[in-house]
C-alpha cells in the first residue's frame, strides 16, 4: 500500500515537473514566436551571443568526439560485415546510425555539458543575487530577458552542429574506409551519400529541434528555481545535467518509435 | 506643488496595509500588520533577524504575495491584482536589495540603462544622458563602463540605488541598505538617502537591523517582532516609549536564556517545535 502510494506520489511529482518544463517552453516560445508581432521586439543581439557560446564554441570539441564515433562505428560494423564479406556496406552502416541517431544524441549530450549546465548555473546563481528578484521589481519578466535568447540560439544551432556532427562522423568512417576497406575517399564519401535518403537527415534534425528545447527548459527550469545559498547552484547544475541527458534520451525513444511506425506504413 | 506645504504633504497617505498576513506554505510569517506609509516621509522598518522584516518588504514590492488582508497602493489593492498591472506599478517603484543585484554581465552604466531601454521609448543619447545624470546623484559619475566586479560593496550598492532611480519612481525601497559594509561606507550610503529625501521628496522605505542609521534617516519607524508590529511612531516617540520589546531591541539586551530546569527538558523532548522555536524561523536575509 505504501509503495503503491509511494510510486503514485513519484509520478504525481514527474508530471507536475514536466507541466513546469511546458510551461517554461511555452512561455519562451510565446516571448520568441508571437510577442515580437506585438510591438516586443526580439533579444538579437543577445541570442547571437548566446548562439555564439552555445554553437560556434562547442565546434572543435563537437567535431573531435563525433569523427571518434564515426570511427568507432565503422571498426563495430565492419567486424559483423567482414564475416559476410559486406565490407563495403560499412559506409552505409556509418551513414545511416550517424544522421537518424548518432548525430543528434552525441550533438545533444555535449550541448548538455557545455551548456545546459552553464544555463543553470548562470540563472540560478542570478537566483541567488536576487538578480531576478530585480527583474521582476523592474517589471522585466525574467523569461523573457533570460530564457528567450537561449531559447532561440538553442534551436537554431542545435541543428546546425548535428548537420557539423553527422558530416563529422562520416569523415570519421571514411577514416576506417580508406585505411582499411579498400576505398577510394570520394567513393566512400558518394556511398555514404547513396546510402542516405532526405528522410535520414530530417527526422535527425527534428529530433534536435526538440533536444534543444528540451535542454533549454530544463536548464533554465532549475536555475529558476534554484534555492538560497551557493551550494543549491550546484544542486541545481547538476540536476539539470541529470534531468536532460535523462529526458533528451525518452524524447529520443518517443520520436525513434513514431518515425519507425510512420516509415513503416 | 509649491502651494502645499510640508505638512499637507506628510499626510497624505501613498501605501496602506490592512490586516496583511503571509504565509510561507503552512507556516504564516506575518500575522496581520496595519501601518501606512505617508507621501514624501523616510519609514524606517526595523527588525531582527527571523522577524519578518524582509518578507514584508518582498511583498510590498510584489515579490510575495499576501496570504489574506490587503496592501492599498496608487489605489490598486496589490492583494488582488494581475501581473500586467502589478508591474505598471513597478515602473513607478525603485527597489535596492541588500547585495546590490546590479548584473555581473553587463556594464555599470548599461545595468541604470536597463529599465528606460525596456520600458520608455527614449533615444540612445537621452538615455545615456540620464544613466550620466542617475550615476552622478549616487556619486558613482565617470563608472559607466566599470563591470559590477570592479566595484566596491558600497559603490555596487550605489549603482544599485541609481539603477531603482532611472525611472524617477515615488517610492523608493531598501533591503538593509548598511548591510556588510564598512561604517564609513554604510554612513556614506545613508547620507546618499538622506540625500535623495532632501533633493527629490521621494517616500522612501528602508528595512534594517541598524540603529544608528534608522535613527539618522527616519521620519517615522516600525518596530517589528516574530510577524507582528510592536511599536510605530516617531524617533522620539520610539526613544522614550516604555513597551519591554522596544526597549529590548534599542538597548541591544540580548535574548535572556531559558531559565527553568523544567522549561529546558520541555524545550529538548518536544517533537513538534512551535513557530517561534529559534530553529523553525526563517534567517533574516
Keep these: 500500500m505504501e509503495i503503491a502510494a509511494q510510486i503514485g506520489g513519484s509520478v504525481a511529482d514527474g508530471l507536475a515537473y514536466l507541466g513546469a518544463l511546458a510551461s517554461l517552453g511555452g512561455r519562451a516560445a510565446y516571448f520568441t514566436f508571437v510577442a515580437p508581432f506585438r510591438g516586443k521586439?526580439?533579444?538579437?543581439?543577445?541570442?547571437?551571443?548566446?548562439?555564439?557560446?552555445?554553437?560556434?564554441?562547442?565546434?572543435?570539441?563537437?567535431?573531435?568526439?563525433?569523427?571518434?564515433?564515426?570511427?568507432?562505428?565503422?571498426?563495430?560494423?565492419?567486424?559483423?560485415?567482414?564475416?559476410?564479406?559486406?565490407?563495403?556496406?560499412?559506409?552505409?552502416?556509418?551513414?545511416?546510425?550517424m544522421t537518424r541517431e548518432l548525430g543528434p544524441l552525441i550533438t545533444a549530450i555535449v550541448v548538455i555539458g557545455r551548456s545546459g549546465s552553464a544555463f543553470a548555473a548562470e540563472i540560478g546563481t542570478m537566483r541567488v543575487?536576487?538578480?531576478?528578484?530585480?527583474?521582476?521589481?523592474?517589471?522585466?519578466?525574467?523569461?523573457?530577458?533570460?530564457?528567450?535568447?537561449?531559447?532561440?540560439?538553442m534551436i537554431?544551432?542545435?541543428?546546425?552542429?548535428?548537420?557539423?556532427?553527422?558530416?563529422?562522423?562520416?569523415?570519421?568512417?571514411?577514416?576506417?574506409g580508406v585505411t582499411q576497406a579498400g576505398f577510394f575517399f570520394s567513393r566512400y564519401i558518394r556511398a555514404s551519400l547513396d546510402a542516405l535518403f532526405l528522410r535520414d537527415i530530417v527526422t535527425g534534425l527534428i529530433k534536435s529541434v526538440v533536444?534543444?528545447?528540451?535542454?533549454?527548459?530544463?536548464?533554465?527550469?532549475?536555475?529558476?528555481?534554484?534555492?538560497?545559498?551557493?551550494?543549491?547552484?550546484?544542486?541545481?547544475?547538476?540536476?539539470?545535467?541529470?534531468?536532460?541527458?535523462?529526458?533528451?534520451?525518452?524524447?529520443?525513444l518517443v520520436f525513434t518509435a513514431l518515425f519507425f511506425f510512420i516509415s513503416e506504413r | 506643488?509649491?502651494?502645499?506645504?510640508?505638512?499637507?504633504?506628510?499626510?497624505?497617505?501613498?501605501?496602506?496595509?490592512?490586516?496583511?498576513?503571509?504565509?510561507?506554505?503552512?507556516?504564516?510569517?506575518?500575522?496581520?500588520?496595519?501601518?501606512?506609509?505617508?507621501?514624501?516621509?523616510?519609514?524606517?522598518?526595523?527588525?531582527?533577524?527571523?522577524?519578518?522584516?524582509?518578507t514584508l518588504l518582498r511583498t510590498l514590492v510584489g515579490l510575495e504575495r499576501p496570504?489574506?488582508?490587503?496592501?492599498?497602493?496608487?489605489?490598486?489593492?496589490?492583494?488582488?491584482?494581475?501581473?500586467?498591472?502589478?508591474?505598471?506599478?513597478?515602473?513607478?517603484?525603485?527597489?535596492?536589495?541588500?547585495?546590490?543585484?546590479?548584473?555581473?554581465?553587463?556594464?555599470?552604466?548599461?545595468?541604470?540603462?536597463?529599465?528606460?531601454?525596456?520600458?520608455?521609448?527614449?533615444?540612445?543619447?537621452?538615455?545615456e544622458i540620464i544613466v550620466r545624470l542617475k550615476l552622478d546623484q549616487v556619486g558613482l559619475a565617470g563608472f559607466e563602463d566599470y563591470m559590477p566586479s570592479q566595484l566596491s560593496g558600497g559603490m555596487k550598492k550605489r549603482a544599485a540605488v541609481a539603477r531603482a532611480m532611472a525611472m524617477d519612481p515615488e517610492i523608493l525601497f531598501f533591503d538593509e541598505p548598511s548591510a556588510g559594509l564598512d561604517p564609513i561606507i554604510a554612513a556614506g550610503v545613508d547620507e546618499l538617502i538622506l540625500d535623495l529625501k532632501k533633493a527629490f521628496h521621494m517616500t522612501i522605505v528602508v528595512v534594517t537591523h541598524e540603529l544608528a542609521s534608522a535613527f539618522l534617516i527616519a521620519d517615522r519607524m516600525v518596530l517589528i517582532d516574530k510577524g507582528n508590529i510592536v511599536a510605530m511612531g516617531?524617533?522620539?516617540?520610539?526613544?522614550?516609549?516604555?513597551?519591554?520589546?522596544?526597549?529590548?531591541?534599542?538597548?541591544?539586551?540580548?535574548?535572556?536564556?531559558?531559565?527553568?530546569?523544567?522549561?529546558?527538558?520541555?524545550?529538548?523532548?518536544?517533537?513538534?517545535?512551535?513557530?517561534?522555536?529559534?530553529?523553525?524561523?526563517k534567517g533574516g536575509v
Design chain 2, 67 to 127: 496570504s489574506s488582508g490587503e496592501i492599498w497602493l496608487k489605489g490598486k489593492n496589490l492583494a488582488v491584482i494581475s501581473d500586467a498591472e502589478m508591474n505598471e506599478i513597478r515602473k513607478r517603484m525603485g527597489m535596492s536589495f541588500q547585495g546590490g543585484a546590479v548584473f555581473g554581465s553587463m556594464t555599470v552604466g548599461e545595468n541604470v540603462a536597463l529599465p528606460l531601454r525596456e520600458h520608455t521609448k527614449l533615444e540612445e543619447p537621452t538615455i
Design chain 2, 1 to 54: 506643488m509649491n502651494q502645499i506645504d510640508d505638512f499637507t504633504l506628510q499626510q497624505e497617505t501613498i501605501i496602506s496595509l490592512r490586516d496583511l498576513r503571509v504565509n510561507y506554505g503552512e507556516r504564516e510569517i506575518l500575522h496581520g500588520l496595519n501601518f501606512e506609509v505617508r507621501r514624501g516621509e523616510t519609514l524606517v522598518i526595523l527588525g531582527g533577524s527571523g522577524s519578518g522584516k524582509s
Design chain 1, 41 to 97: 521586439p526580439l533579444r538579437l543581439q543577445q541570442a547571437v551571443s548566446q548562439a555564439m557560446q552555445v554553437g560556434v564554441r562547442a565546434l572543435p570539441i563537437l567535431s573531435l568526439i563525433t569523427f571518434f564515433i564515426g570511427l568507432i562505428l565503422a571498426l563495430q560494423s565492419a567486424y559483423e560485415l567482414r564475416k559476410f564479406g559486406a565490407i563495403t556496406f560499412v559506409a552505409n552502416a556509418v551513414a545511416i546510425s
Design chain 1, 211 to 252: 533536444f534543444g528545447i528540451t535542454i533549454t527548459a530544463v536548464g533554465c527550469h532549475e536555475g529558476l528555481s534554484t534555492g538560497a545559498g551557493a551550494e543549491e547552484v550546484g544542486r541545481s547544475t547538476t540536476r539539470a545535467v541529470v534531468v536532460s541527458i535523462f529526458l533528451v534520451i525518452l524524447v529520443d
Design chain 1, 156 to 176: 537554431i544551432m542545435l541543428p546546425c552542429l548535428t548537420i557539423w556532427a553527422n558530416s563529422m562522423g562520416i569523415l570519421g568512417g571514411a577514416l576506417f
Design chain 1, 129 to 153: 543575487t536576487e538578480e531576478i528578484d530585480a527583474l521582476e521589481t523592474m517589471a522585466i519578466h525574467p523569461v523573457d530577458f533570460l530564457v528567450t535568447p537561449k531559447f532561440l540560439a
Design chain 2, 234 to 281: 516617531s524617533k522620539e516617540q520610539m526613544r522614550s516609549s516604555t513597551n519591554p520589546r522596544v526597549r529590548q531591541f534599542l538597548d541591544r539586551i540580548a535574548e535572556p536564556e531559558v531559565l527553568q530546569e523544567a522549561d529546558y527538558l520541555q524545550m529538548l523532548t518536544e517533537d513538534h517545535r512551535g513557530a517561534n522555536h529559534p530553529v523553525n524561523k
